[in-house]
């Protein structure tokens, strides 16, 4: 796959430091998590082939978990991150972590089918966004 054009992640130790200790705080094991940006044609081809999925999203998590050991490949939209941001009143990289932890949510055994499981998942997602805040590490203020 190739990545968004013009896309960079920034943070990139504060992000994996954020992202482990969510993964410590489920009482599971951080392992390999692989994050691929790319742009919405991208994202929706996999939906469609892997997945049966015939919509545009902005997030896919492939989950190679072994026993308590997080694995995964976790494929993001930079377009939907960018769209979605304007929509919810946030700033891209506020939306970028938001949909990065719901990725590893994903690969934690989260799901989001039902609205049930959707509430649960949103307010999992705010817990650990209120724990970035603890994370040391300077932000650099981009995505």
């Known amino acids: 796959m190739e990545k ?11 992000l994996k430091k954020w992202i ?18 790319e742009q919405d044609e ?7 082939e892997y997945l049966q999925h015939d919509w545009y999203t902005d997030v896919i998590s ?3 978990n072994k026993g308590k050991k997080v694995n995964g490949d976790i494929i ?17 990289r506020e939306e970028m972590r938001r949909v990065m932890i719901h990725g590893v949510l994903h690969l934690l ?14 307010g999992l997602e705010n817990k650990y966004l209120a724990l970035w805040q603890n994370i040391e590490g300077k932000e650099d203020g981009r995505i």
């Open 4 to 14: 968004a054009p013009g896309f960079s992640l920034k943070n990139k130790r504060k």
């Open 20 to 37: 482990c200790r969510t993964i410590e705080a489920e009482k599971r094991i951080c392992g390999d998590i692989s994050f691929v940006f």
């Open 42 to 48: 991208e994202v929706y081809r996999v939906n469609l």
């Open 62 to 64: 492939f989950d190679y």
């Open 76 to 92: 993001i939209s930079v377009d939907r991150i960018k769209e979605n941001a304007g929509k919810f009143g946030v700033t891209a």
């Open 109 to 122: 055994g989260y799901e989001d089918h039902s609205k049930e499981e959707r509430e649960k998942m949103t």
